[in-house]
């Protein structure tokens, strides 16, 4: 049993942000850090004392954040055991116990001689940081609802990229062309294209084995050898890549088949493309390269999940014959791909590409994660 989640047609259960997750970390700090701008502005009297009010506010803000983010770390594997409800509230409890001990240990720090009784200051404290908590909860919550669309919209588009109707029929002529004079060669073709339509109907998952995804890549590419001979061939490069490690699924195979389309598929004497998979550390690379119809400049870059769409659509020139459809193709995968790495991995999940005159080279990276034993 691995540590994949199923994508479901109907929403995505509430989950408390994975604190553990170094884009979610640094979004805590900035925003929370926002807020104590705005309190220091909103109680300042002039200009000139926002800075002394601000930092009045971060001589409290800084340990109960800094804290409160390492005993969340340490506790998030108790935390996903919770309801949603139950963990925001254990998350706010916790948020207010720090910030009423770290005040009453700061002394005159936090509360100087003169300042109001009753325990007013702990009352507006321990409330500032409900409100803060909230405010950050009801964030992660609302964006995770709003990226969770692309998953659920990613089924649909790996259905209309799979059952495209020059794919089907070019795949059915060439069975149809050695049916005879090879009929188990027709048969093994027939087996992968029911497991790809099988893989992009069946009940995907966020997460699966990176066996299973490249084993469902090669079936793809003997597909497209079927149909373009020795036009086409594949450079597997594999290092220290564990069977155990989880990716997105089809997160390759689209890469491989706009490589083929856009790059193989356009150059008369074909090509090779090379696809190299390695472990380095805590994280995994995927690179596939192909070649391209050579252009007459050059350019290069190097990317956050953020830019995935935009880059490569002003970078890949799509051959004249490919048409507005095969560069709708292109976009729809490429999107689908970036929004399942931002919501899936966040800041941790980064591609770099380059494009050269008569080559194209994508490189994803993103954290190891393995499969849990049974």
């Known amino acids: 049993m691995n540590s994949s989640r199923s994508i479901r047609q109907n929403a995505r259960p509430d989950v408390l942000p994975n604190f553990r997750n170094l884009g979610i970390v640094l979004r805590i700090l900035l925003i929370s850090n926002g807020l104590a701008v705005l309190q220091a502005i909103q109680l300042a009297n002039a200009w000139t004392d926002v800075a002394q009010r601000l930092m009045q506010i971060a001589a409290l803000l800084t340990p109960v954040l800094l804290t409160s983010l390492m005993l969340l770390w340490a506790a998030q594997p108790w935390l996903n055991r919770l309801p949603y409800r139950q963990g925001a509230l254990a998350v706010m409890a916790l948020v207010v116990v720090l910030t009423l001990t770290i005040y009453e240990f700061g002394g005159e720090l936090y509360s100087p001689a003169g300042s109001s009784k009753y325990y007013f200051d702990e009352a507006r404290y321990a409330l500032f940081s409900v409100m803060v908590c909230g405010i950050l909860l009801l964030y992660f919550r609302l964006r995770t609802k709003m990226l969770s669309r692309a998953l659920h919209e990613a089924r649909l588009q790996i259905l209309r990229a799979r059952i495209r109707p020059h794919f089907l029929f070019n795949t059915i002529n060439a069975v149809l062309g050695i049916v005879r004079a090879q009929p188990k060669k027709a048969e093994t073709a027939l087996e992968d294209m029911a497991d790809l339509f099988r893989m992009a109907m069946s009940d995907a998952r966020d997460l699966v084995p990176l066996s299973r995804e490249i084993q469902l890549s090669k079936q793809y590419i003997a597909l497209e050898q079927l149909r373009m001979g020795e036009r086409l061939s594949v450079d597997w490069q594999m290092q220290d890549v564990p069977e155990q490690a989880l990716i997105p699924p089809l997160l390759l195979q689209p890469l491989l088949e706009n490589a083929v389309y856009h790059g193989i598929e356009a150059l008369p004497q074909g090509g090779s493309i090379k696809i190299n998979l390695r472990r380095s550390g805590d994280e995994l690379r995927l690179t596939v390269e192909n070649p391209c119809v050579e252009r007459g400049t050059s350019a290069s870059g190097s990317h ?18 490919a048409g507005n459809k095969q560069r709708s193709n292109n976009k729809m995968a490429l999107q689908n791909i970036r929004e399942r790495l931002d919501l899936l991995f966040d800041a941790e999940a980064r591609y770099q590409v380059e494009s050269g005159n008569n080559f194209y080279r994508v490189e994803i990276i993103l954290p190891y994660v393995k499969e849990r034993p049974s």
Do not use: H, I, M, V
Request: no cysteine; glycine share 16%; aromatic share 12%.
């Open 304 to 321: 956050g999940t953020g830019d995935f769409q935009g880059n490569y659509e002003s970078e890949r020139s799509t051959p004249p014959a």
